[in-house]
């Protein structure tokens, strides 16, 4: 079935530094990439997404990107930030279905 | 704006007791989902509705879990009977629409125990 593979598990970074969390997915169909970051005790809030038609995107700190022949994307946060410390969630999914499969998560800690 | 409410937070119950977890979506969104997380499983989806028709179940565990939308700005999911291995956080998400790739909004999840 559809999987999704999230690595690093735990990332550990100086603040200041880059953090980089890679995703593959399994599902050649799937054409909607979508990054979130879970806070302790919240639900987890979109901070990025890409689609397949596009390579790369940024917004400020953050950055995707996806190499669909590889069926790889990845998450660059730079200058990282105390406030950055969270959950990372990566996820897929196909327009005729909507659905998201989910990576395992990646806890990022960005030590001051 | 309103984002994603769900209720109760925090739910603890015993074990053959019916639960029911209530989310109210964003105004406007067609599309709702419900997940549950847990540290073994990570975040799977359940089930999700579509202008109120549920269109795919296959996520439910088993036919303890109910899930309805009698309406565009309410969902309901139940469990009955409640056992200890249910125990998660359950999210529910909205979106615009399921289909086309819309960003899916979170609530802050209910946590619920069964002792």
């Known amino acids: 079935g559809e999987n999704v593979e999230q690595h690093p598990s735990t990332l550990s970074v100086q603040e200041g530094d880059s953090a980089v969390i890679k995703c593959t997915y399994s599902d050649s169909a799937s054409n909607y990439f979508p990054w979130y970051k879970q806070e302790l005790g919240k639900g987890p809030q979109l901070i990025i997404d890409i689609r397949s038609n596009v390579g790369e995107k940024k917004d400020q700190r953050i950055a995707v990107t996806l190499n669909k022949t590889a069926k790889h994307f990845s998450l660059h946060i730079t200058e990282t930030q105390p406030e950055d410390s969270a959950v990372y969630f990566c996820?897929?999914?196909?327009?005729?279905?909507?659905?998201?499969?989910f990576g395992q998560g990646t806890t990022l800690q960005v030590k001051p | 704006d309103a984002g994603v409410i769900q209720s109760p937070r925090h739910e603890v119950t015993e074990m053959g007791q019916e639960v029911t977890l209530r989310c109210k979506p964003i105004s406007g969104h067609n599309s709702l989902f419900w997940y549950r997380q847990t540290m073994m499983r990570g975040l799977e989806l359940l089930i999700y509705?579509?202008?109120?028709?549920?269109?795919?179940d296959s996520g439910m565990p088993e036919d303890r879990f109910s899930a309805k939308m009698p309406n565009a700005s309410f969902s309901t999911l139940k469990i009955q009977p409640s056992e200890p291995r249910d125990s998660a956080v359950y999210f529910c998400?909205?979106?615009?629409?399921?289909?086309?790739?819309?960003?899916?909004?979170f609530g802050d999840g209910t946590r619920l125990s069964i002792l």
């Open positions: 996820a897929a999914s196909r327009s005729n279905t909507g659905k998201l499969i």
């Open positions: 509705f579509n202008n109120n028709v549920p269109i795919d």
């Open positions: 998400a909205s979106s615009p629409s399921t289909y086309s790739n819309q960003p899916q909004h």
